[in-house]
């Protein structure tokens, strides 16, 4: 699977999971590696599935607990989410707790609820993100946002604050794809950004024909394919497939 993933096989990498855990389908790294592959490839339920059964053969490991978190939270069950990141700090993991730093935000509809809700940890960063999430008048000041999201990440990694912004603001739609570029010279962090495209609320970046190029150059359609079943960004069509809203 390592090998597949590094080498952008990763259409591949699911299907070597999977014969893993038929293999030793009590080998918990083959449970949380498969959950984060399936939340990855857009199947959230799935990714759950597989950390609560890695969880059930290894419940004293830290990075189990992170595994379902992450699993929660992509399912939005931020509460359990928030209790297993509290969970994997006590058994030895080191971080912060993203949803509860940001639980505040999911009651937020607008622009001015969001900044009411800043987190203390960020605000010093609370008017550069006001250059970045006030609605601008043109292309002009939407390409400046965009520039200036891209100069903070330089400076510190926020990529979790940045997550779905692309998604969430139409008109930060390119900061998807600078993010993506950006992270190609971290494997780690772009495994991470990655994800946020099979959120329900990306259909501006699924129409963005780079999106496609994406799908393609990792080949998640092959695994797709493999197994049947396609995330709601994409879908068959005839001997090919088309990414996007019908």
């Known amino acids: ?30 449970r949380i590696a498969y959950s984060y592959w399936l939340f990855r490839s857009g199947d959230n339920d799935g990714a759950l599935e597989q950390a609560k059964i890695a969880a059930d053969l290894d419940p004293r490991n830290d990075r189990v607990m992170m595994a379902l978190a992450n ?8 509460e359990e989410a928030i209790a ?32 009411d ?3 203390g940890e960020l605000m010093q960063f609370r008017d550069r993100f006001a250059d970045i999430y006030i609605e601008p008048n043109n292309e002009e000041e939407a390409q400046a946002a965009i520039d200036s999201a891209m100069a903070l990440m330089q400076e510190v990694d926020l990529l979790n604050w940045f997550n779905g912004s692309s998604c ?3 008109y930060l739609t390119p900061l998807f794809f600078e ?20 959120n329900p609320e990306c259909t501006n970046v699924w129409a963005d024909p780079r999106f496609r190029d994406l799908v393609d150059e990792f080949r998640f359609a092959e ?11 994409c879908r068959p069509e005839g001997d090919t497939y088309v990414c996007g809203q019908p």
């Open 1 to 30: 699977a390592l090998v597949y993933r590094f080498d952008n096989e990763i259409g591949k990498v699911g299907q070597t999971l999977q014969r893993a855990i038929e293999l030793n389908p009590n080998l918990p790294d083959a």
């Open 71 to 78: 699993a929660y939270w992509s399912v939005s069950r931020s």
């Open 84 to 115: 297993m990141f509290d969970l994997a700090n006590e058994l030895g993991r080191t971080g912060p707790n993203w949803p509860r730093l940001t639980v505040g935000w999911a009651k937020c509809a607008d622009i001015a609820c969001f900044f």
């Open 117 to 119: 809700n800043f987190p």
């Open 168 to 170: 969430r603001f139409e």
């Open 179 to 198: 993010l993506f570029d950006l992270f190609l010279e971290s494997e780690g962090s772009l495994y991470w950004h990655w994800p946020n495209a099979w």
């Open 223 to 233: 695994y797709w394919q493999h197994v049947g079943e396609w995330p709601t960004a």
